[in-house]
């Protein structure tokens, strides 16, 4: 019986923490989240803005999410696909957007770059160098914007002090389960996780999607080239952005990361991944992730005590508590989510906590086809291919590629 309180206290604190999690994107009015807003009170100047897309494969609704970058409305900004090769599926659909679009400012680099670990700067240094403005607007190509979502950006940007301006990220799409996981858990742990930290501990939690900043500033704190071998390149620009002195900040402006077609493994690399990267940057920290799951945390009794009616009662309520709680965020963002998607919730979460432990047991990942071993704030290095060590990466493979 011991265990159950044991368990029912820390879900207890996770629940307040959740809570906390739900009033800061609360804090966040859902009408500062404008996709389209006409008449919306902004700046009448704004600064031309370089945006780098960089690109590989066929993201889901590719074609589409390229194209509203196009549709934006401001002033003069310029558009640079970032590839590393004409071979790759995604040019074709960067040169329809290119073809259809003749009148607008858009260059497509082609370029092999390996001098780093991390493909996604790889692609973007290329770019970068070509970049006319001053201002540059990275972000990926999985993501959809609005019409005055440079514009909203753009005008933080007016104050010196800002050196980085990142959005809130909202999951959209989901026709198979694994994308649907995937939409769930950017609407609840990942957006709760962002506005929690802005909100009550001004911390910058800077996510790749989109990332607004200086030239001056980049180089300031070393440029795209010193994050060139690291997996969490996003992250380590605006911690040090926050320790060069420049202010981060999350814009209240929603952009939509599109996800239709995941499978379960696809959802379960990419977190797998996104674990061991913040295990590599976090340490301790890391455990808050377990106690802030109050679905896995309060299944445990069952697992590790017994099945029984209090234990499994505890369980239900604590998942339809987070059902209700996911449910309320979906609304709060304008999610686009079948509302029945969400009494898949708790199965999500408890898939979320299992993959919590493996980032302590390997410290391996496998990224677009190249395996490399993570080290402290998430550096890679390139794993051994020979050896005692590269027997342990292989056995360990093995056993995850028959469990998977």
């Not at 059902?323 to 898939?351: A, F, H, Q, V």
């Amino acid at each position: 019986m011991e265990i159950f309180w044991f368990f029912s206290a820390i879900t207890t604190l996770g629940l307040i923490v959740y809570w906390f999690q739900i009033l800061a994107i609360h804090l966040h009015s859902p009408k500062q989240y404008p996709s389209n807003r006409e008449g919306a009170s902004l700046p009448s100047s704004f600064p031309p803005i370089s945006i780098l897309k960089p690109m590989r494969g066929l993201d889901d609704n590719l074609f589409d999410n390229l194209e509203s970058f196009v549709l934006i409305d401001y002033p003069e900004f310029e558009i640079i696909f970032c590839l590393q090769d004409r071979n790759d599926p995604a040019y074709k659909i960067a040169s329809k957007i290119k073809d259809r679009y003749p009148e607008e400012d858009i260059s497509i680099v082609t370029e092999r770059f390996n001098e780093g670990l991390n493909p996604k700067v790889n692609n973007l240094m290329p770019g970068y160098r070509i970049a006319k403005y001053e201002h540059i607007l990275i972000s990926d190509s999985n993501v959809s914007v609005g019409k005055y979502y440079l514009r909203e950006i753009a005008a933080h940007m007016r104050d010196s002090s800002v050196g980085l301006v990142t959005n809130v990220i909202r999951g959209d799409g989901g026709h198979t389960i694994g994308s649907i996981f995937e939409n769930l858990h950017l609407n609840s742990f990942i957006i709760g996780s962002v506005c929690f930290l802005d909100k009550f501990f001004k911390m910058p939690c800077v996510i790749g999607k989109s990332m607004l900043m200086r030239k001056a500033d980049l180089e300031a704190i070393g440029g795209l080239n010193s994050v060139k071998d690291i997996l969490a390149e996003d992250y380590i620009i605006g911690e040090r952005m926050h320790k060069a002195g420049k202010k981060v900040v999350l814009s209240n402006h929603m952009i939509d990361n599109v996800n239709e077609y995941w499978g379960i493994r696809r959802f379960l690399n990419r977190h797998t991944r996104w674990g061991k990267l913040r295990w590599r940057i976090g340490g301790i920290k890391y455990f808050s992730e377990l106690i802030c799951n109050p679905v896995f945390m309060s299944s445990l009794p069952i697992l590790l005590w017994k099945p029984s009616r209090i234990t499994v009662s505890f369980a239900l309520i604590v998942s339809i508590i987070k059902i209700i709680g996911d449910l309320y965020i979906g609304e709060k963002i304008g999610s686009r989510l079948n509302p029945l998607t969400y009494l898949l919730s708790p199965i999500k979460d408890l898939l979320i906590g299992f993959v919590w432990f493996i980032p302590i047991l390997s410290n391996t990942v496998v990224w677009r086809g190249n395996r490399y071993v993570i080290g402290k704030d998430s550096t890679l290095s390139r794993c051994p291919e020979s050896g005692v060590w590269s027997w342990r990466y292989r056995i360990f493979d093995a056993i995850r590629a028959r469990l998977a």
